[in-house]
């Protein structure tokens, strides 16, 4: 009996229509393009707006086109993984929204909470499913409306994030496509320096945690930018390794889009030409648990049956990991 691998078989994402640029945020708080831009490789993103809109707008949106483009019923999918840290509410899970918002209704659905490593995290869990022949079709989709917790007068986190998701249909393999190696890590030591202090059990939404601002991102960027560099390159030098790639075998490597440094630095560390790198940071920013599965879906064209890819991420908690995939189909001939 051959193995089974779990095949991402399609992607599709989404981001909302209003564009906020560097020269816009620059009239609301101390900065300017050339400020952000050096700093992080942003120069746009895209936020959600409108009353009563969360991420599961998002995220229905993603699945509606993946399931468009790869000619699946609602009804075939048997579980779907919605990776993100903005749920529209603390229960029912945004899963069991966006999976009533597009009719798989003979699925299971649950949230996944990594951080930004979110989507890679639920990537890995979803492929487990597949990987035992219980399941045919996992949808695993990371949707994230950061705006609603960013600080608008912080000039250190507003200028990173925006709003988007993505989502990607995995499938069973036996031709030795798919999902062929991983490591995920995390360390909860890493908290105090990113995070959002309220809205949880610890600290349940008040009149005082409004007014000392505990429901938008606390970043400390040093400690993070460090921690980043280290772990995210570190980790997907060492799946790279396991698995005897060079930079000369990779075909791409598939970063979470959170600073331009951190992503030049992940490249560098597995002698990886900056022309394998996928890079969409400049138009959406840090879309958290999107910035994966929109990075895939914004060079899907490229990709090519066979492809060795690497994804690597980096988010808070600290949580981070890798993971190396062989490519199931030429991007070219899909859907668009």
Not at 160 to 188: K, M, R, W
Not at 201 to 229: C, L, M
């Amino acid at each position: 009996m051959k193995k089974i691998n779990a095949a991402i078989t399609g992607v599709h994402g989404y981001v909302p229509e209003y564009v906020l640029t560097n020269d816009e945020l620059a009239t609301m708080v101390d900065t300017n393009d050339e400020w952000i831009t050096t700093r992080t490789g942003i120069k746009e993103r895209r936020l959600l707006k409108g009353e009563g809109q969360g991420s599961s707008v998002l995220g229905i949106e993603a699945v509606k086109g993946l399931l468009e483009k790869t000619g699946t019923s609602p009804e075939e999918i048997d579980l779907l993984i919605c990776c993100t840290v903005t749920p529209d509410m603390t229960f029912p899970a945004t899963a069991n929204i966006i999976a009533d918002g597009i009719g798989a209704k003979n699925s299971f659905s649950f949230d996944m909470n990594a951080a930004c490593s979110g989507f890679l995290y639920g990537l890995i869990t979803g492929s487990q499913f597949v990987e035992t022949g219980k399941y045919k079709k996992v949808v695993v989709v990371g949707a994230d409306k950061m705006s609603a917790i960013v600080d608008y007068k912080d000039r250190n986190t507003c200028v990173l994030f925006g709003d988007g998701a993505g989502a990607v249909l995995l499938e069973p393999n036996e031709e030795g496509f798919g999902l062929i190696d991983s490591q995920l890590q995390s360390d909860g030591s890493g908290a105090p320096f990113l995070h959002m202090k309220a809205g949880g059990s610890r600290y349940p939404s008040s009149h005082e945690t409004i007014d000392k601002n505990w429901h938008t991102i606390h970043q400390e960027g040093s400690t993070v930018f460090k921690f980043a560099v280290t772990n995210m390159a570190d980790t997907a030098a060492e799946v790279a390794e396991r698995n005897n790639l060079t930079g000369d075998d990779i075909s791409w490597l598939v970063p979470h889009q959170a600073n331009k440094r951190i992503i030049d630095a992940t490249a560098r560390r597995i002698d990886l030409d900056e022309s394998k790198v996928m890079l969409n940071i400049q138009r959406y920013g840090n879309t958290t648990d999107g910035t994966i599965p929109l990075c895939l879906w914004d060079y899907e064209k490229q990709l090519k049956k066979g492809d060795n890819i690497i994804l690597a991420t980096f988010g808070g908690g600290f949580t981070w990991g890798a993971a190396y995939i062989k490519w199931a189909y030429d991007g070219d001939k899909a859907n668009s």
